[in-house]
T-cell receptor
């Protein structure tokens, strides 16, 4: 039972264009959502987060949108850069001990 | 840099042998976590700790045990390694909200474990 799903295994985008990564969840008890970025042979690094009481959070080129009624969140990267090429994981936090549930990841490739 | 190290970084072992992975942090954070990363599954929580000697199971805890006798160290033990435990293992820490403006987890560099 996958409570957090990233249905697109991969995404290819041209440099300068927008990248949109999507994530769906099923557990309505999740109250906080995060995006992580991962390069090969490294640990995931935190990118941006959003509380369930908000519908948008922006940090530079990165914006996360949350649609609670649809149980859907998305990460927008504008403009995309080749250095953004990585695996992106969405994660959702339950209410106890900060435990995170991760999606399967989406491989983003940004072409020069 | 959240001051997290993992050792070893790579290990090859044989089925049936015990294996211990170490996670070390330098900043005395209360919460620590062990995850495994596998293709198609993302990261899955194995065990977590909310203080010295306080640990609990995550979603994929079968075949694993943990110990935390000091704040800075969180050990993951595969009691009798199996090929299905071939994976990349990540440790994470969670600073308290008094220490950070964002509630997040910071990850170590990972340990690649191969069980033959």
């Amino acid at each position: 039972d996958q409570q957090v799903k990233q249905n697109s295994p991969s995404l290819s985008v041209q440099e300068g264009r927008i990248s949109i990564l999507n994530c769906d969840y099923t557990n309505s008890m999740f109250d906080y959502f995060l995006w992580y970025k991962k390069y090969p042979a490294e640990g995931p690094t935190f990118l941006i987060s959003i509380s369930s009481i908000k519908d948008k959070n922006e940090d530079g080129r990165f914006t996360v949108f949350l649609n609670k009624s649809a149980k859907h969140l998305s990460l927008h990267i504008v403009p995309s850069q080749p250095g953004d090429s990585a695996v992106y994981f969405c994660a959702a936090r339950g209410t106890s001990y900060g435990k995170l549930t991760f999606g399967q990841g989406t491989i983003l490739t940004v072409h020069p | 840099d959240a001051g997290i190290t993992q050792s070893p970084r790579h290990k090859v072992t044989e089925t049936g042998t015990p294996v211990t992975l170490r996670c070390h942090q330098t900043e005395n954070h209360r919460y620590m976590y062990w995850y495994r990363q596998d293709p198609g599954h993302g990261l899955r929580l194995i065990h977590y700790s909310y203080g010295v000697k306080d640990t609990d199971k995550g979603e994929v805890s079968d075949g694993y045990s943990v110990s935390r006798s000091k704040t800075e160290d969180f050990l993951l033990t595969l009691e009798s390694a199996t090929s299905s435990q071939t994976s990349v293992y990540f440790c994470a820490i969670r600073p308290s909200l008094a220490e950070t403006s964002t509630d997040t987890q910071y990850f170590g560099p990972g340990t690649r474990l191969t069980v033959l």
